[in-house]
């Protein structure tokens, strides 16, 4: 059973950056592709980013592109969101997601089948 940890979550100051990983255990197959996506309180989950499990493709929303950065090191089974210029309004619990399948909808949480615990980011101004 596959199973992905976030971590790097926190508390950080407006203008801040912060690196979340995701890592995967449970396999040894980089073989996923893989989303991250966020929740603030009393919204809905939000797409945020996604990379293919070559690393070839690169996903993100319009309010993160160009802030964060998504990428993923296959030797360690992890992919990672770097995250600059951090704003109050990235404050969530941010959730790292993966899939194998081959018809693969980067924004579309319902098509992942592995979702880690999330993690949360506060950004305070």
């Known amino acids: 059973q596959v199973q992905l940890v976030e971590s790097g979550g926190g508390l950080v100051q407006a203008g801040g950056s912060l690196r979340l990983s995701c890592a995967a255990s449970g396999t040894t197959s980089s073989s996923y592709s893989m989303g991250w996506f966020r929740r603030a309180p009393g919204k809905e989950h939000e797409f945020v980013g996604a990379i293919s499990w070559t690393g070839s493709r690169t996903y993100y929303a319009d309010s993160v592109k160009g802030r964060f950065t998504i990428s993923r090191d296959t030797a360690k089974n992890t992919v990672y969101l770097q995250m600059n210029s951090l704003k109050p309004e990235d404050t969530a619990v941010y959730y790292c997601?993966?899939?194998?399948?081959?018809?693969?909808?980067?924004?579309?949480?319902?098509?992942?089948?592995?979702w880690g615990q999330g993690t949360q980011v506060t950004v305070s101004s």
């Open positions: 997601a993966g899939t194998r399948s081959s018809t693969w909808y980067p924004r579309d949480r319902t098509k992942y089948d592995y």
